[in-house]
């Protein structure tokens, strides 16, 4: 059973940081490439930030040079470390493998970044 779980959203000031986990069972996590998706409200689903097998990663304008992506292949865990937050980051997060794959999306994380 694959199971995809986000944690560590919460309710932050503008310029405050967060880091999000993601958790990862029932897939060869080694063998893909994964992203960090965000919805908000009245808005569709995007990519924030992908990271591949390799380690290289790609990030949406919104948030380049403010969030960083990682993983750890060992314990099968992906992060992101989101700094300078600003309250158009607020949305639901969520990861998936990338190109995301309906069934393996999970609860998401919510992340609210007050002004």
């Known amino acids: 059973q694959v199971q995809l779980v986000e944690s560590g959203g919460g309710l932050v000031q503008a310029g405050g940081s967060l880091q999000l986990s993601c958790a990862v069972s029932?897939?060869?996590?080694?063998?893909?490439?994964m992203g960090w998706y965000r919805q908000a409200p009245g808005n569709q689903r995007e990519l924030v930030a992908r990271i591949r097998t390799g380690g290289s990663t790609n990030y949406a304008d919104s948030v380049k040079g403010r969030f960083t992506i990682s993983r750890d292949n060992a314990n099968n865990m992906m992060y992101l470390q989101m700094n300078s937050l600003k309250p158009e980051d607020t949305a639901v997060y969520y990861c998936n493998i990338d190109p995301p794959r309906p069934t393996y999306w999970g609860q998401g994380t919510q992340v609210t970044v007050s002004s």
């Open positions: 029932g897939i060869a996590f080694r063998a893909y490439s």
